[in-house]
């Protein structure tokens, strides 16, 4: 047996082992018609923002941008969902299959996005006799915590990132911009 056959071989081996995700039209469809779910109930509810005066005509007020942004998200629903209807699915040989872990990484994201909007929601709280604001230590938990999930280890670099991050927000939204957070 050559060298070159040795290489064929094991690479004949290597495709074998390795079978991409298998092809599925369903979940084009599925993605399309959710797509398409949330873009309609996010362009509905864009039209329910309350406005403290009207816009003359020819001016912006607080609904013009999520309303452009509803429509596009509709716009590219639909041709997404089009899409799916009308074409043979994609290959998907490119995409790895789930790996072990996975699905529970992606449960624990979600716990942990959940428990972080259930704090963020109490806004400020009294402690000491202090009034602290929940978001910035909520925040720089959070994306501690999602960075532990996905395998980050180095303690100073996480406190660091996370601090600093979690500032920059903080200070261009909450203090520059003054959006409530």
């Given at each position: 047996?050559?060298?070159?056959?040795?290489?064929?071989?094991?690479?004949?081996?290597?495709?074998?082992?390795?079978?991409?995700?298998?092809?599925?039209?369903?979940?084009?469809?599925?993605?399309?018609?959710?797509?398409?779910?949330?873009?309609?109930?996010?362009?509905?509810?864009?039209?329910?923002?309350?406005?403290?005066?009207?816009?003359?005509?020819?001016?912006?007020?607080?609904?013009?941008?999520?309303?452009?942004?509803?429509?596009?998200?509709?716009?590219i629903a639909l041709a997404v969902l089009a899409?799916?209807?009308?074409?043979?699915?994609?290959?998907?040989?490119?995409?790895?299959?789930?790996?072990?872990?996975?699905?529970?990484?992606v449960i624990a994201t979600l716990a942990i996005?959940?428990?972080?909007?259930?704090?963020?929601?109490?806004?400020?709280?009294?402690?000491?006799?202090?009034?602290?604001?929940?978001?910035?230590?909520?925040?720089?938990?959070?994306?501690?915590?999602?960075?532990?999930?996905?395998?980050?280890?180095?303690?100073?670099?996480?406190?660091?990132?996370?601090?600093?991050?979690?500032?920059?927000?903080?200070?261009?939204?909450?203090?520059?911009?003054?959006?409530?957070?």
């Open positions: 047996m050559s060298p070159s056959d040795d290489v064929a071989a094991e690479t004949a081996s290597v495709q074998d082992d390795y079978q991409g995700a298998p092809a599925s039209r369903p979940l084009e469809i599925v993605f399309g018609v959710v797509a398409l779910a949330f873009s309609a109930g996010y362009l509905f509810l864009s039209t329910q923002i309350p406005l403290r005066r009207e816009a003359v005509p020819g001016q912006i007020d607080a609904r013009f941008w999520p309303l452009v942004i509803g429509v596009t998200a509709m716009v899409m799916a209807l009308t074409r043979p699915a994609p290959g998907r040989e490119d995409l790895e299959r789930i790996q072990p872990g996975g699905v529970l990484r996005s959940g428990a972080f909007i259930a704090v963020w929601a109490l806004g400020s709280v009294i402690l000491f006799g202090y009034r602290i604001e929940v978001f910035p230590i909520a925040a720089a938990l959070l994306m501690a915590a999602l960075m532990l999930l996905y395998g980050h280890r180095r303690w100073l670099s996480l406190v660091i990132y996370s601090v600093s991050v979690t500032a920059f927000v903080y200070v261009v939204f909450g203090m520059l911009l003054r959006i409530p957070l």
